[in-house]
């Protein structure tokens, strides 16, 4: 089990009484956020207590009715999409409708003509919501694509299939929606639309969605077109397409499997009960793998999942808790992998280092790659998040390529890997995706299962799994510690601290050593990091509101050891806490709730 370094120094709100302690993860660790005190559940099966009741879930989604002039009953794009609970009147049926009508809406208005391709992933309410938008679509006449045989669907396999259609085409073009959360709890539902380029949708889209779906549910729902269940089924603007088929078919020209089959790589996979759950061994069989697939249990409750740090159900490739089951096994495997629900996330286990922090096999991904692709120009680049490692950005000025550094959110990359100028992109949260060998589009939204099979590739074609490999780069760069952290902050808060500027930072060094930079705007694109980035040689942090809770995130990282990153912590704790005495006086009452 990995380590941690523990910060016992206080994280609190501006005028917050009663402040939580938080706990600093290294990058030894989950790679996530921490808050104390872990669960003595934590990393063990979720008992009774803890399981969702998808019965009531069902029901509340049925039957609830938000009130549009409540914040969090509203629809809210974050970075992910729409994303909330029944239970709580932030995912249900109306907002499922108003959301689908406003896409038609959208669709229409930027002549969006072609299929629209429908997936979902394994949540409990993904279903019924999956069930709502196909009677929208079909009563505005779009024409669907659906998976065959009800398959589930991952991410990547929509994004893939919208790609794949698109190619050469100037008219007639698909964009796609994914009914999920992603690695949120079992009680949660969400809601995705990806435009033709693929790839999640930027701002500009999910801002005039969000808009247009609150004014439907502000008139209960007047405008909306919808079909019963039955009939959209019927309608002739129904299809269904072959997901799995066409995904795994295609998995070769961007993954070296015959290399892994020839090596004879020992492969272990978890699928956390998620959409791609049967899409391994149909990747196994076709290329001849050695893949043993852990668990192909689907349950709406995800009840076989380890428990989360907070003892909570999440379906996190990326947490040391929830991937406790495969790390347990990693001994019998060369290397193993596990993807959350949706399938776009990763997270590697070797035998000689267990669980993989993100950025390290980023970091490992983008060494081999770079290396071994022989088709990508030298002009293709490296694409990440200003919270992502620096080591990666020491590692592609050895490699001699151009660092593409944006905000946070994979909508930044969806261009460069449609016209193939960026050869990967990757964020420090476990998702990525690259091009494939002969330098043209993948995907342009996160991949999972081709991030997790890099790994055998790597393995494969090196001899070291890479655990092993990301050892030689910390010895190379030197060994970074990081953490991210979260606290509570409401919505004036967030504002605070998004509006941040380099002013407000009244220090010229951090930690120590002299600030070298400090950045409101991502140097890849110039485009606003809703937050603060500031640099020194050794270290750095960055502070964010987020986009889709009532927190705020802090994520440090240090190349001089956990003192050093310990102090970087503490000045960045207190230029936040600074930032947001603004909003102490008006909104007192909503700090001490």
Not at 24 to 53: E, M, N, Y
Not at 440 to 450: H, L, Q
Not at 513 to 530: F, H, K, R, V, Y
Request: proline share 6%; charged share 20%.
């Amino acid at each position: 089990m990995p380590t941690f370094s523990r910060w016992s120094g206080s994280f609190p709100l501006a005028g917050r009484r009663g402040h939580r302690h938080e706990r600093a993860a290294r990058a030894g660790g989950t790679g996530g956020a921490l808050i104390s005190p872990i669960s003595p559940l934590a990393g063990q099966r979720a008992p009774p207590s803890v399981l969702v009741d998808v019965a009531a879930l069902v029901a509340a989604y049925h039957r609830g009715v938000p009130d549009p002039s409540t914040p969090g009953q509203r629809v809210s794009f974050g970075t992910s999409g729409h994303r909330g609970c029944s239970l709580d009147l932030s995912f249900n049926e109306r907002h499922v409708l108003a959301i689908t009508q406003a896409i038609c809406r959208y669709r229409k208005g930027k002549g969006i003509d072609g299929p629209l391709f429908l997936g979902l992933d394994t949540h409990a309410l993904s279903g019924p919501a999956y069930v709502t938008a196909l009677e929208v679509l079909a009563g505005n006449g779009v024409h669907v694509m659906l998976a065959a045989h009800d398959e589930f669907t991952p991410t990547p396999a929509i994004s893939h299939a919208i790609l794949a259609h698109n190619r050469g085409r100037s008219t007639g073009l698909a964009d796609g929606i994914v009914v999920t959360p992603s690695h949120n709890p079992p009680r949660d539902g969400g809601f995705k639309y990806n435009p033709p380029h693929g790839g999640p949708a930027g701002e500009d889209v999910t801002g005039w969605i969000q808009a247009d779906a609150n004014r439907l549910l502000a008139k209960n729902l007047e405008g909306v077109l919808r079909l019963p269940h039955e009939s959209a089924l019927r309608a002739a603007t129904t299809h269904r397409h072959d997901f799995l088929g066409a995904y795994v078919a295609d998995l070769g020209n961007v993954i070296d499997l015959d290399a892994i089959s020839r090596a004879g790589i020992r492969m272990g996979v978890d699928p956390m009960g998620g959409a791609g759950v049967h899409y391994w061994a149909a990747i196994a069989e076709r290329y001849r793998l050695e893949l043993t697939v852990v668990s192909q249990a689907v349950d709406p409750q995800f009840a076989f999942m380890p428990l989360d740090s907070d003892g909570q159900i999440r379906m996190d490739p990326s947490s040391a808790y929830a991937m406790a089951r495969l790390t347990a096994m990693k001994d019998s495997f060369d290397v193993a992998f596990a993807c959350d629900t949706d399938h776009d996330r990763h997270g590697i286990v070797t035998p000689t280092g267990g669980l993989m922090p993100p950025n390290h096999y980023l970091s490992v991904a983008i060494d081999y790659l770079f290396q071994h692709r022989e088709h990508w120009g030298r002009e293709v680049a490296v694409g990440k998040t200003v919270v992502s490692t620096a080591l990666i950005d020491r590692l592609a000025a050895r490699l001699g390529r151009r660092l593409y550094d944006v905000p946070t959110g994979f909508k930044w990359f969806a261009a460069g890997l449609g016209d193939g100028s960026l050869g990967f992109a990757g964020e420090e949260s476990a998702g990525a995706t690259f091009l494939r060998r002969d330098a043209t589009a993948w995907t342009t939204d996160k991949d999972g299962i081709a991030a997790a099979l890099l790994a055998g590739e790597i393995t494969a074609c090196l001899g070291r799994d890479p655990s092993e490999l990301y050892a030689d780069l910390a010895r190379e760069f030197g060994n970074p510690v990081a953490a991210r952290m979260e606290a509570p902050a409401n919505a004036a808060q967030k504002a605070q601290l998004a509006a941040l500027s380099a002013r407000q930072v009244d220090s010229a060094s951090l930690a120590g050593e002299p600030i070298q930079s400090i950045l409101t705007n991502a140097p890849g694109n110039d485009a606003p990091i809703a937050g603060i980035k500031v640099i020194a040689a050794g270290g750095w942090f960055a502070a964010r509101p987020s986009g889709t809770e009532d927190v705020y995130k802090i994520y440090a990282e240090s190349f001089l050891g956990d003192e050093h990153l310990q102090r970087i912590l503490k000045e960045a704790q207190a230029i936040v806490d600074a930032a947001l005495s603004g909003a102490r006086d008006s909104h007192q009452g909503g700090l001490d709730a």
